[in-house]
C-alpha cells in the first residue's frame, strides 16, 4: 500500500472517524454520537491509517488568525528556528506572535505556542485511536506482519508528537491506545514522558520495515531509531541524566544500513528531492506534491516566506526569484539573522540571496532590497537537473539587455521568460531526519566519551562539501557544523539549549531577549508556557 494513494481522499474522509478537534478537548473518541467511531472495512481502516500522516500537513481543527498557521510542520519550525539565532520574521507581516518569538518574550496566549501544542495531541490522539481500531479489527483484512508494521508506524507517529512536546513544552497529556473514553488523560511531566516515549519505541521499532524495503513516504526501521537516538541525545535535558552510549548504539542501525550521503548537498532540498527519501540520507521527509499532497506548511511555507517582492519586473532580485523558479513574489516576512550569515562565510552550504540587502539587522521592518536580512534560498524548486537554470537564465540576461537604456515606461517586458513552475504549491519534500544529522550526533557522542568513531562520521560531512577535516572537534565545533549543515531544519534551539547556550548571557545573538544587541534570557525560556487554553487540565511551566 502506497500511503500517497490515501493522503488526500481517504485521510481526509477518515478524519469523521477520528478525534474530534483537539480544542479543549483531550479525549479520546470523538463525543458527537453522528460521528461514526468505527471502521467497517479494509478501506476505512486503510484511511485511519493515512489520516495519521495526514495530521502533519493540515491545521483542521483550529481557528487561528490566519489559513495555514496550525499546520504540524509549519508551528514547530517556528517554535525551533525564529526563537534562535537563525531566522527572523521582518515587521512586514503584522500578524500576532510573531514577533515575541522574534524577541523571545512569549506568553502563554501566543498563537504559535498554542497551535504547537495542539497539534501535538491531536496527533497522538489520531495514532492511538488508529492503533486502537487496528488490534480491534484489523485482524479481518490484514496479516500478522502487516498489522505490527501499521502499529509501529503510528507508534512513531505518535512518539514524534511526543517528541516535540517533551522538547518545546515539557508536559503534558499522555493519550494511548489504552485510554479510556471520555476520561480526561494523566498529565505526564518531561521525564514521565521521555520514559514512555522511549519504552514504546523499544518494544516496536523492529516491527518497522527496512528502508531498503519500505514503500516511499512511509515509516522505515531506520526512522524509528533516529527519533530514539534524538530523544537520547537530549536525554540529560528531559530528564537530568545523559544518555549518551544509548544514543550511539541507536545510531548504529542508521549507519550501518547501507545508506550513504547524498554527493551533493544542495539537491537535498530542491524540487526533485524525493530521490534521496527513505532509503537515501532523507531518512524521513514529507512528501509534498503540487495537487497532490499540498500544505500550506512545510516546503512551500518556508520558500514563500522567504521570497520578497523585487521592486521591478527587470531587477536583480526578479532575476534571483526566476533563478529559483518560483512563480511568484512571495510572501515576504522570513529573513536570514547575521548569526547564521557569518557562521556560513567560507562554506559551500551558503544558500543565500544577499543583493543589497544589509547583513545585521538594526531594524526588523522594510522589504525594500536595502532592508535587512538576506533571504534564504536553500530551499529551492528548480529541479536537480535544472538547478542552476543556466539556459533559461541566458535567455532572461539576453532580454535583459535589450531593455538596458531604454526608459522605463517604454521598457518591453513581455519576452521575459517565465517560470516553468506554475502556482506556489511545493514539490520538494520537507526532510525530518537526515543521515547527516546521525553522523554529527555520533560525533557529539564521542566527545561526550562515547567510542563510536564519531569523529570519522564529522569529516565525511565537511568531506562532502570540501571542508578540511578536524581530528579532534571540540564542542563548538560541533556545534557550528550542526548550524551549518542542519540550519533551517528545525534544531537549532535544541542544539542550543543542549550546549548550554540558550537562555543566560554567555551567548548573545540580534534581537535575543528583545534587545538589537541581544541580552540574557531567563531558563525559563528553554521551554514553551502551556497555552491558557490548557492550563486548567495541564497545569503551567515554572516562571509562565
Not at 478524519?15 to 478537548?25: E, P
Not at 501544542?117 to 506482519?145: C, M, P, W
Not at 502487516?146 to 507508534?155: G, Y
Not at 550546549?499 to 525559563?524: A, C, E, H, R, V
Request: charged share 20%; net charge negative.
Amino acid at each position: 500500500m502506497k500511503l500517497t494513494k490515501y493522503i488526500l481522499g481517504a485521510a481526509v474522509a477518515a478524519f469523521g472517524f477520528m478525534a474530534t478537534s483537539c480544542v479543549g478537548d483531550l479525549d479520546v473518541e470523538p463525543t458527537d454520537p453522528n460521528t461514526a467511531t468505527s471502521p467497517t472495512s479494509k478501506e476505512d481502516l486503510e484511511g485511519l491509517f493515512a489520516s495519521v500522516f495526514y495530521d502533519l500537513y493540515t491545521d483542521q481543527g483550529l481557528s487561528l488568525s490566519d489559513g495555514g498557521r496550525g499546520v504540524f510542520t509549519r508551528t514547530h519550525f517556528c517554535l525551533n528556528e525564529i526563537t534562535a539565532d537563525e531566522l527572523f520574521i521582518s515587521d512586514q507581516w503584522q500578524d500576532p506572535g510573531y514577533k515575541v518569538l522574534n524577541f523571545n518574550t512569549w506568553t502563554d496566549a501566543n498563537e504559535w505556542i498554542y497551535a504547537a501544542f495542539s497539534r501535538e495531541n491531536h496527533l497522538a490522539k489520531l495514532a492511538s485511536v488508529f492503533i486502537s481500531e487496528l488490534h480491534q479489527y484489523g485482524g479481518a483484512y490484514f496479516t500478522d506482519d502487516e498489522i505490527k508494521q501499521m502499529d509501529a508506524e503510528a507508534r512513531v507517529l505518535r512518539g514524534y508528537a511526543y517528541y516535540q512536546n517533551i522538547d518545546c513544552f515539557g508536559r503534558g497529556p499522555w493519550i494511548d491506545e489504552n485510554s479510556v473514553t471520555g476520561a480526561t488523560p494523566p498529565t505526564y511531566d518531561r521525564k514521565q514522558l521521555f520514559e514512555a516515549v522511549v519504552a514504546d519505541l523499544k518494544a516496536h521499532v523492529d516491527n518497522l520495515l527496512p528502508a531498503a524495503q519500505q514503500v516511499y513516504s512511509r515509516i522505515n526501521r531506520e526512522t524509528g531509531y533516529m527519533l530514539l537516538a534524538k530523544l537520547y541525545l537530549n536525554a540529560e535535558v528531559y530528564t537530568g541524566t545523559p544518555m549518551w552510549a544509548e544514543c550511539a548504539e541507536a545510531l548504529k542501525n542508521v549507519v550501518n544500513t547501507g545508506i550513504t550521503l547524498a554527493p551533493t548537498y544542495k539537491y537535498l532540498f530542491c524540487g526533485s528531492n524525493e530521490k534521496y527519501v527513505g532509503n537515501g540520507e532523507i531518512i524521513w521527509g514529507l512528501p509534498e506534491k503540487q495537487n497532490y499532497i499540498e500544505t500550506w506548511g512545510g516546503t512551500r511555507a518556508i520558500v514563500s516566506s522567504s521570497i520578497l517582492p523585487p521592486d521591478s519586473p527587470d531587477s536583480p532580485l526578479a532575476r534571483e526569484i526566476f533563478a529559483l523558479n518560483y512563480p511568484g513574489d512571495g510572501w515576504a516576512g522570513l529573513r536570514v539573522r547575521p548569526e547564521l550569515s557569518k557562521a556560513l562565510n567560507g562554506d559551500p552550504r551558503r544558500l543565500f540571496y544577499e543583493g543589497s540587502y544589509q547583513e545585521d539587522i538594526p531594524t526588523l521592518a522594510g522589504v525594500k532590497e536595502n532592508s535587512c536580512g538576506y533571504m534564504l534560498t536553500k530551499f529551492r524548486y528548480t529541479t536537480e537537473s535544472d538547478y542552476d537554470r543556466t539556459a533559461a537564465l541566458a535567455e532572461w540576461d539576453r532580454v535583459h539587455a535589450l531593455n538596458e537604456g531604454v526608459p522605463e515606461d517604454s521598457k518591453d517586458r513581455t519576452p521575459y521568460p517565465k517560470p516553468d513552475k506554475v502556482g506556489d504549491a511545493s514539490d520538494i519534500a520537507l526532510p525530518v531526519f537526515r543521515l547527516a544529522d546521525a553522523y554529527l550526533m555520533l560525533a557529539e557522542c564521542q566527545m561526550r566519551g562515547v567510542e563510536c568513531n564519531g569523529y570519522y562520521y564529522f569529516n565525511e560531512v565537511r568531506k562532502r562539501v570540501g571542508l578540511p577535516a578536524i581530528a579532534s572537534p571540540s564542542a563548538n565545533d560541533i556545534l557550528r557544523e550542526r548550524q551549518c549543515e542542519l540550519y533551517a531544519e528545525g534544531f537549532r534551539r535544541s542544539d542550543l539549549i543542549r550546549f548550554g547556550k540558550y537562555s543566560g548571557s554567555t551567548y548573545l545573538w540580534s534581537w535575543k531577549g528583545g534587545q538589537y544587541t541581544g541580552q540574557g534570557i531567563d531558563p525559563m525560556y528553554e521551554v514553551f508556557p502551556i497555552p491558557y487554553q490548557y492550563v486548567g487540565t495541564v497545569g503551567q511551566n515554572p516562571g509562565y
